[in-house]
């Protein structure tokens, strides 16, 4: 640490009081200062590689009747959560109207709305976002198949 020709730099966190009570609670459950897990953070940045990809959702080998019993949904509500899963993006979000989802599944939105309600109650979406007079609402879709 006392070569002359090593060079250190400092970086500044910045956050509010809440932000720094959290970094205090995490450190002192990981047993460190909050500059070491600060700096054991920095440390994974330059190294740090992105999942792999999933592989690409296929809805035509999806067995909506099996996917159904095993999450305790209605037939109707599986065939909303392949609809939602396939038009997913990378974050496993997606953003769909009910006049959109009622016309791919050929159903009302009254319908849809319903089926969305049993999938959220079930944990098989996450409302991300409600929707606006403007804009759909953005769910997550669970991983779940």
Known sequence: MNDPDVRHFRHVVKGDRAFNVRLEA?????????V????AHFD???TWKAPP????????RFDA??????HGVPLGAALLWVELRAS??????????????????????????DRTEKLLAAGLIELVR????????VYRVSDAE
């Open 26 to 34: 995490v450190a002192q459950k990981q047993g460190l200062s909050v």
């Open 36 to 39: 070491a897990l600060v700096q």
């Open 44 to 46: 994974t940045i330059l």
């Open 53 to 60: 990809k999933r592989p690409r959702f296929d809805p035509k």
């Open 65 to 70: 009747a099996a996917f159904a019993n095993r």
């Open 88 to 113: 997913c993006d990378d974050a496993m979000c997606v953003q769909r109207g009910l006049n959109s989802l009622a016309a791919a599944l050929v159903s009302s939105t009254g319908v849809i709305a």
């Open 130 to 137: 409600p929707g606006t007079r403007s804009s759909a609402a």
